[in-house]
């Protein structure tokens, strides 16, 4: 009698204790809606995650006498020394037949990928000029076609260099300013929602595109200290939400995001590049906060987390980073007015400007909006360039 009664009690405290979880999750899930404007203008994406087209191709490739490393499997260190035991004739050789597999593999030479993606984007503007000619297609099919064509064209310009380029789902990219084999002091520069292969870089709300805020910091930093060699990678390596939808209120396009996040750093690493600093801006902290403890601390410097609706963690310390942590919020961004909870997948954590998360404040007096912090002239674009260059006492 008394073990019926002890699991009836059991059973009725858990289906209390569902209850209550159902409630907070619907009142968050009301708060974050009335926060948004409503899930209408967002549509849920479908991740973009493994080797890009052509991984097959490159397994069955035995022209070397040996197999090659696997893209799904193989670590950024063992990629690096797999290339450092070719010659110069059989890396470019490998980069030509196989340019999309070169082009994003994490820990093979940077000019190398440079050299492979090109080449990719070169063949993916091609197939897309053939679809906006193809009159058996839809209009706003072809149009699109030839706006992604012209979009390629642009990526191919003398002097840009392209470190990623997958064309699959809305298409992916990344992009180095500066030269990043002999720069000392590095940043990767990791957007939030709307940014794709079609809006990396734009014209409207410009300094809301990694392009622009990557350029914008590195010019920064190279007025600050004319002597340092500086690199900023602008990276759109992840499907990110559209919009202020489901996508953006969970963690799912983080999580899936975040292993390529960890590849990038852990690749930069191998090749031997110096621990580069995050800067993270709105989605994109989440995907910071699940990429950085993957990547472990020797791959990762500080960490800058801005326009953050948080990281998915509710201290500084479990990002594990090897620098230290900061985070900056103007007055007039409307991600303050987003629930800093996370219920049954919904909502992202402790807000990183709050004084409990422990990150350190950075100003952002002359910043205005969400996508306001590294457009020039701000305070906080000279802080997020005094913590790169390594001036932490500099920054308030």
């Known amino acids: 009698m008394t073990g019926q009664g002890s699991s009836g009690r059991g059973r009725s405290g858990r289906g209390t204790s569902r209850r209550r979880r159902g409630l907070l999750a619907a009142v968050t899930t009301a708060a974050i809606v009335a926060a948004t404007g409503g899930w209408a203008a967002g549509t849920e994406q479908t991740a973009v995650t493994g080797p890009a087209p052509g991984a097959a191709a490159w397994r069955a490739d035995h022209t070397l006498g040996r197999p090659l490393p696997d893209p799904t499997t193989a670590s950024p260190a063992a990629v690096a020394r797999f290339f450092a035991g070719l010659t110069e004739a059989e890396r470019q050789r490998l980069a030509d037949r196989h340019p999309l597999t070169v082009g994003t593999l994490d820990g093979a030479p940077v000019r190398l990928r440079y050299r492979a993606n090109a080449r990719a984007l070169r063949a993916e503007r091609a197939r897309l000029r053939a679809r906006a000619d193809d009159p058996g297609r839809a209009a706003d099919d072809r149009a699109r076609a030839r706006a992604l064509a012209a979009r390629c064209t642009e990526l191919l310009a003398p002097g840009r260099q392209i470190l990623f380029f997958d064309p699959r789902g809305r298409g992916q990219v990344a992009e180095v300013y500066g030269d990043l084999g002999a720069a000392r002091r590095t940043a990767v520069v990791v957007p939030g929602s709307d940014i794709d292969l079609g809006s990396f870089d734009r014209e409207r709300d410009r300094y809301g595109t990694p392009t622009a805020m990557a350029a914008s910091l590195r010019a920064r930093m190279s007025a600050e200290e004319t002597a340092t060699p500086t690199a900023v990678i602008a990276w759109a390596g992840y499907t990110t939400p559209v919009g202020l939808g489901p996508d953006a209120a969970t963690g799912r396009l983080a999580e899936a995001g975040a292993p390529r996040l960890a590849r990038l750093l852990t690749g930069l690493a191998a090749t031997g590049n110096p621990a580069p600093a995050l800067l993270c801006h709105s989605y994109g902290s989440v995907v910071c906060g699940l990429a950085a403890p993957r990547a472990g601390r020797s791959a990762v410097g500080d960490v800058i987390l801005f326009g953050s609706p948080g990281a998915r963690t509710e201290r500084a310390a479990d990002l ?40 350190r404040r950075v100003a952002a007096d002359r910043a205005e909006g969400h996508t306001g912090y590294l457009v020039p002239g701000t305070d906080s674009l000279d802080g997020f360039a005094d913590i790169v260059l390594g001036h932490p006492s500099r920054v308030r």
């Open 320 to 359: 594990h980073a090897g620098g230290r942590v900061w985070a900056a919020r103007d007055a007039s961004d409307w991600i303050a007015n987003i629930p800093n909870v996370e219920v049954l997948g919904l909502g992202h954590g402790t807000d990183p400007t709050d004084p409990a998360f422990g990150a």
